[in-house]
């Protein structure tokens, strides 16, 4: 899924949940959610995430496996 995903392009740039999260100007519980796949994720969030991991938001959501932007 998705938000298994958004972990592992996290932990793969040694960022921190708290990192991701301010660079997303939200509160690290929020995040967190997403990631636990609790919460979805507001297109505008895609968009950031896509930007910081340098990948296709299909990539990003698991639509596809290739991660070139």
């Not at 939200?26 to 919460?39: D, P, S």
């Amino acid at each position: 899924m998705y938000f298994q995903r958004i972990e592992d392009l996290r932990t793969d740039c040694d960022y921190t949940q708290k990192y991701v999260a301010d660079y997303l100007n939200m509160h690290t519980g929020v995040y967190r959610r997403y990631e636990k796949g609790t919460r979805e994720i507001p297109t505008w969030a895609v968009v950031k995430l896509t930007a910081l991991y340098s990948c296709s938001a299909d990539y990003l959501l698991g639509l596809s496996d290739k991660r070139d932007a």
